[in-house]
């Protein structure tokens, strides 16, 4: 079982940045892929970011170039930094967790965090 806990969202202006940290419990966190998710009021939760313990990170479209997924695997915490904030990021973000490679599919993710608010005001 791995228990999910996300910090550091908050209120920022556009073009500002903003690092979330996803702390999780349990071991093994090394063999896990983290993800982060987001969703914004009235639509459906989308794909953000992914990494695995080796290889390349992947990133939505949207936040490719500006945001960065890194985890530290001594802390079982991954963290996404977010550069160059647009009002349309605006969301609760949420990370999750699961067996095996990169997935940018949510339903493939095992366990969730209770999630961040990030607002990004224009």
């Known amino acids: 079982q791995v228990q999910l806990v996300e910090s550091g969202g908050g209120l920022v202006q556009a073009g500002g940045s903003l690092r979330l940290s996803c702390t999780a419990s349990?071991?093994?966190?090394?063999?896990?892929?983290m993800g982060w998710f987001r969703q914004a009021p009235g639509k459906e939760r989308e794909f953000v970011a992914t990494?695995?313990?080796?290889?390349?990170?992947y990133y939505a479209d949207s936040v490719k170039g500006r945001f960065t997924i890194s985890r530290d695997n001594a802390k079982n915490t991954v963290y996404l930094q977010m550069n160059s904030l647009k009002p349309e990021d605006t969301a609760v973000y949420y990370c999750?967790?699961?067996?095996?490679?990169?997935?940018?599919?949510?339903?493939?993710?095992?366990?969730w965090g209770q999630g961040t608010q990030v607002t990004v005001s224009s």
């Open positions: 999750a967790a699961k067996r095996g490679g990169n997935s940018a599919n949510g339903n493939d993710y095992d366990y």
């Open positions: 349990g071991r093994a966190f090394s063999t896990y892929t």
């Open positions: 990494r695995w313990n080796i290889g390349s990170a």
